[in-house]
């Protein structure tokens, strides 16, 4: 250091040491003239609570002042789960459960009440609905996700304030309009297993009054599982879908919303894992399998041999929406027409081995048309909506079972002690006639249609009887009416009926049989107790839908239609203590229309009923940066409609059965910004949920037994952003689920859906944790994130297929996903 910059140096150093003292000495007096002439700076402004504005009465409200049990799922938690439809995100919703592993016949359950949405004669118990449209039953719900805002999930019945009735609640999925910003994004997300996933998205203003938005999402896996005999995946497949919307401000009062959706989904259906040990061929395993000896389908060799074991679905949906504003509220018109095709081969054996083979095919054509007219205002002391819809669906059904001559040789000796066609291939063999009976397909199908239309008015009002009190009350009128048909032919076996023509013309048919053996003593005309064993008579042998209604109806259409109607009410008083507190109690009447069994011409059942009660809090700590919501509830639902394989007879059917249930709960979530960057929420569902009055087809009275509802679930997240700088900011998140044991009764295990076996538990508790770490350009612009979704790779039974149990011996199962990873490129503009 030079002489110079050492005495410039030195008298800095003194002037510091100077002034620090003075300072020191003078801290009391200056405190006290600063409290007098100059407060304090203000500190930084700390990041808040976002607050989250909802739908989910027909008004914008903020989620704090809806009196409603209600959940909602962000756009955030939608990116850090890498959900890519609302299959992927019930586990993080406690209460909510969708079976999606065939997403052309998926089902909700909500808070433990749910209709498996099998036949085309039942409604499902839980309407989702897409921008206020009712997306309709099971084929059309399970979409991809194309610029979705938020998800509303909505506990308890909520008919005065949705176009169609919801006995156990709604799913409300809102997506994003045109806006009048220029901007799109681009993403690209690469994975295990095969994982390529594209999604991109324009907005495009045109003038001052008119905005068009563009979506496009392609999404294609290897999949997980390969046949262990020819190695090709059993599970892979592509999705790719498309929006387009327009927004046209038409003048300062109307605006205009238009809006098309497609998909088109091509993958493979729902892998079967066989659990039931073979002997070398030709040995057969017995009949029905023995479940002791069931083995553990997780990490087990998984066979197929159906052809096309394919799940397909074409899509398309067009919404056109109309908001005029008058001086004394809104009026709002929703148009909507919604149409798919689908196609679902499954494999239902679980072998590789044509004497046991067994599928089942799903073939579904629906178009549904939606009108609503909701009128909403205010006139200072009321809140009001009423609003009148129209809903319509067309839908043909072909339910298919898919069977060999082997494998129905196979049935018959093991249903009736006799193989049919095994007795008469020896007698062709020993006579030396040219007739193969094996190897030809067997067909057996149900075919049905449903018109259905259903009419409501619907109104809720809000009184604010004080400027802490309010009284709500809503009432609907619905009037529901279907025609429905039933058409089922003898099976289709044609290669095969050929081969027994010509044993009839070599003379080898028709062969005697004690009609005690087949149980068709009825058939015995000349009381022998033979029946011939004929070509005629094998033309007519059915094996999947071979109960007395159904072979008394072969070749028969038969048609019914019925209308039901009914009013639902709804109370809600709400009362707010202090500006950040709200206290609530309802009373609400769900229902749904009563139906047809699809497999059963001329089976009827009457309309559905849930009365919920509920009370609970809201609160909103802004000071502490802190907000939860907490409900009791208890509902009463009556002739509960719900689909059920019936084992009472050799050959396994399904049934609509109905039965009466109560539960009571719990249901408690919270939101709290720790700091300025971490923010934490939670939500936790307790149920006790069991049966009134059921007894099962096999005769097993389940009265006060559960309804195989788990008591506890819970979800939870953490997210953490670490800012950067010039460089960006790093953002972490963790998502944990729980889902508790299931509670299973004295009939779960017929269904395979519940129960202990000696390798395995169906109805374990289930644990999901998925991990998220993204890198976010300052500009925004930019962003690359690493995502990892049940990380511990935990692995579960999802349940039992059993239609082959008592048919062909075999047994087979599902499996939860397993672990997936991967990376994601983003760029926004």
């Not at 997403?103 to 749910?114: I, N, Y």
């Not at 083995?295 to 908001?323: C, K, M, S, W, Y």
């Not at 073939?363 to 549904?368: A, L």
């Not at 519940?754 to 944790?769: H, K, L, S, V």
Request: glycine share 10%; hydrophobic share 40%.
């Amino acid at each position: 250091m030079g002489k110079g910059n050492a005495m410039t140096y030195n008298r800095l150093s003194r002037g510091v040491r100077r002034a620090l003292l003075t300072s020191l000495l003078a801290t009391p007096a200056l405190a006290v003239q600063a409290q007098v002439q100059h407060p304090p700076p203000a500190p930084p402004e700390a990041i808040e609570l976002d607050r989250i504005v909802v739908t989910a009465q027909s008004r914008e409200q903020e989620l704090k002042d809806v009196p409603i049990a209600l959940q909602v799922v962000g756009q955030s938690v939608i990116e850090q789960t890498m959900a890519e439809n609302l299959g992927d995100l019930d586990s993080f919703v406690p209460g909510l459960s969708i079976s999606d592993d065939q997403p052309t016949q998926a089902s909700f359950k909500l808070r433990g009440l749910s209709t498996g949405d099998f036949g085309i004669g039942t409604d499902p118990t839980v309407g989702v609905y897409v921008d206020g449209v009712y997306a309709g039953r099971g084929g059309g719900t399970v979409l991809p996700f194309l610029d979705v805002e938020r998800i509303e999930v909505l506990k308890g019945p909520q008919g005065t304030l949705f176009g169609r009735n919801t006995a156990a609640g709604a799913v409300s999925i809102v997506t994003r309009r045109p806006d009048d910003q220029f901007g799109g994004r681009a993403r690209v997300r690469v994975g295990n297993h095969g994982k390529q996933y594209f999604d991109g998205m324009l907005n495009l203003p045109a003038g001052e009054t008119t905005a068009f938005r563009f979506n496009a999402m392609n999404s294609q896996t290897d999949g997980w599982v390969r046949d262990a005999t020819t190695g090709r995946p059993l599970d892979d497949g592509r999705n790719w879908a498309t929006r387009a919307a327009l927004r046209w401000d038409i003048d300062d009062n109307t605006q205009m919303l238009l809006s098309w959706d497609h998909e088109d989904l091509d993958q493979r259906s729902r892998p079967a894992i066989g659990i039931v040990a073979l002997p070398p061929a030709p040995g057969l395993p017995p009949v029905p399998a023995d479940p002791a000896h069931y083995q553990d389908p997780i990490g087990h060799a998984a066979h197929t041999d159906v052809a096309d074991n394919n799940e397909t679905r074409t899509f398309d949906g067009a919404t056109l929406i109309l908001d005029h504003a008058f001086e004394w509220g809104h009026l709002v018109s929703t148009s909507a027409w919604r149409s798919f095709d689908t196609y679902n081969r499954a494999e239902e054996d679980g072998t590789h081995r044509r004497e046991l083979y067994l599928d089942t095919i799903n073939i579904e054509d629906n178009t549904t048309w939606y009108q609503e007219f909701k009128f909403s205002g205010n006139t200072g002391r009321l809140d009001w909506v009423a609003g009148a819809s129209w809903f319509q669906e067309k839908a043909r059904q072909s339910s298919v079972v898919d069977l060999t001559s082997d494998s129905i040789n196979t049935a018959a000796a093991g249903l009736y002690g006799m193989p049919l066609f095994g007795m008469l291939q020896d007698a062709a063999d020993f006579y030396g006639l040219p007739v193969q009976l094996f190897g030809h397909p067997w067909r057996e199908a149900y075919d049905n249609t449903v018109d259905s239309t259903a009419y409501a008015l619907f109104g809720d009002v809000i009184w604010h009887a004080t400027d802490t009190l309010n009284l709500t009350f809503g009432l609907r009128y619905t009037r529901d009416r279907k025609a429905f048909t039933w058409f089922n032919d003898h099976h289709r076996a044609d290669a095969l009926n050929q081969a027994l023509q010509a044993l009839e013309q070599y003379g080898v048919l028709p062969q005697p049989v004690p009609c005690q053996a087949l149980g068709l003593c009825a058939m015995d005309t000349d009381g022998d107790g033979l029946i011939p064993i004929d070509a005629a008579f094998l033309a007519g042998f059915d094996l999947a839908f071979s109960d007395p209604v159904s072979m008394a109806n072969k070749g028969v259409t038969n048609r019914a239609s019925h209308a039901w109607s009914d009013w639902s009410p709804r109370l809600v008083i709400d009362y707010h203590p202090s500006a950040d507190t709200m206290l609530f109690a309802s009373v609400a009447k769900g229902y749904k229309a009563g139906g047809y069994n699809a497999f059963s011409p001329g089976a009827s059942f009457a309309n559905e009923s849930v009365w919920n009660f509920e009370a609970g809090i809201k609160r909103d700590l802004r000071d502490l940066r802190i907000q939860y919501e907490a409900s009791v509830f208890h509902y009463v639902y009556d002739n509960r409609q719900a689909i059920r394989l019936d084992t009472t007879s050799d050959i396994p059917r399904y049934v609509v059965s109905t039965s009466d249930l109560a539960a009571h709960g719990v249901d408690f979530s919270a939101r709290w910004q720790a700091s300025d960057h971490l923010s934490i929420d939670v939500a936790v569902e307790w149920i006790d949920s069991t049966y009134k009055n059921y007894v099962t087809p096999e005769g097993i009275d389940l009265g006060g037994q559960p309804t195989g509802e788990p008591s506890l679930s819970f979800a939870a997240g953490a997210a953490y952003t670490v800012p950067l700088g010039a460089h960006g900011e790093l953002m972490f998140s963790a998502r944990h689920s729980y889902g508790g044991s299931a509670r299973c009764n004295a009939g779960s295990l017929s269904q395979g859906n519940c129960g202990r076996y000696a390798a395995f538990t169906i109805g374990e508790e289930r644990n999901r944790t998925d991990l998220y770490l993204r890198w976010r350009s300052p500009s925004t612009h930019w962003g690359v994130a690493a995502y990892a979704n049940n990380v511990f790779d935990n692995r579960y039974v999802n349940g039992l297929y059993t239609y082959g149990t008592t048919v062909v011996g075999t047994t087979a199962a599902g499996v939860s996903e397993p672990r997936f990873y991967g990376m994601e490129l983003m760029y926004r503009f």
